[in-house]
T-cell receptor, first 113, second 116 residues
Framework: GNSVTQMEGPVTLSEEAFLTINCTYTATGYPSLFWYVQYPGEGLQLLLK?????DKGSNKGFEATYRKETTSFHLEKGSVQVSDSAVYFCALSRPQAGTALIFGKGTTLSVSS | DAGVIQSPRHEVTEMGQEVTLRCKPI?????LFWYRQTMMRGLELLIY????????DSGMPEDRFSAKMPNASFSTLKIQPSEPRDSAVYFC??????????????FGSGTRLTVV
């Protein structure tokens, strides 16, 4: 079946540290991949996306590369800020148009100054 | 564009009472999704609609839950009777079919439900 696996949290970092949040997926066909971010008390917001193999999505200093060979879409940021503290969700959309996104369980990131 | 609008933002109710959550999707979007978020289970898909028709309700936990979409601009999620274990944040999201693969969804801000 189709599924998304994220690293367990919480992830605790100091400001300006390097961030990696791992995400791997299982899917038939060629899904699109997404990272969503949820700030405290808010809904999920799309952070970045990639629609085909080797695509790199980027936004607000975050990056993720769609790796078909390793079925991965790891989220990275070179220097985190306190304002990046949030829950991050990896998700995939199945190739059949019109079906729901499949989300990972989310990874909580806490950045201290 | 006002985004996906959910109401109320917070709801506190007593066990056994009926609860109705509301959602207004983005105008023109043809998909609408209801999710529930808890610490224990994370983000769970409850039901989704396409062109106002329920497509998959396999995530609805039990008969106490029901969802309707009477028109393209409004959906409700009803719990009757409510129980303390229904306490969660309920999110609505919408999307356009043609954009689903490349743009994902737009989420509302959620309704935090507390059943005491």
């Amino acid at each position: 079946g189709n599924s998304v696996t994220q690293m367990e949290g919480p992830v605790t970092l100091s400001e300006e540290a390097f961030l990696t949040i791992n995400c791997t997926y299982t899917a038939t066909g060629y899904p699109s991949l997404f990272w969503y971010v949820q700030y405290p008390g808010e809904g999920l917001q799309l952070l970045l996306k990639a629609t085909k193999a080797d695509d790199k999505g980027s936004n607000k200093g975050f990056e993720a590369t769609y790796r078909k060979e390793t079925t991965s879409f790891h989220l990275e940021k070179g220097s985190v800020q306190v304002s990046d503290s949030a829950v991050y969700f990896c998700a995939l959309s199945r190739p059949q148009a019109g079906t729901a996104l499949i989300f990972g369980k989310g990874t909580t990131l806490s950045v201290s100054s | 564009d006002a985004g996906v609008i959910q109401s109320p933002r917070h709801e506190v109710t007593e066990m056994g009472q009926e609860v109705t959550l509301r959602c207004k999707p983005i105008s023109g979007h043809d998909y609408l999704f209801w999710y529930r978020q808890t610490m224990m289970r994370g983000l769970e898909l409850l039901i989704y609609f396409n062109n106002n028709v329920p497509i998959d309700d396999s995530g609805m936990p039990e008969d106490r839950f029901s969802a309707k979409m009477p028109n393209a601009s409004f959906s409700t999620l009803k719990i009757q009777p409510s129980e303390p274990r229904d306490s969660a944040v309920y999110f609505c999201a919408s999307s356009l079919r043609a954009q689903l693969q490349r743009a994902g969804y737009t989420f509302g801000s959620g309704t935090r439900l507390t059943v005491v």
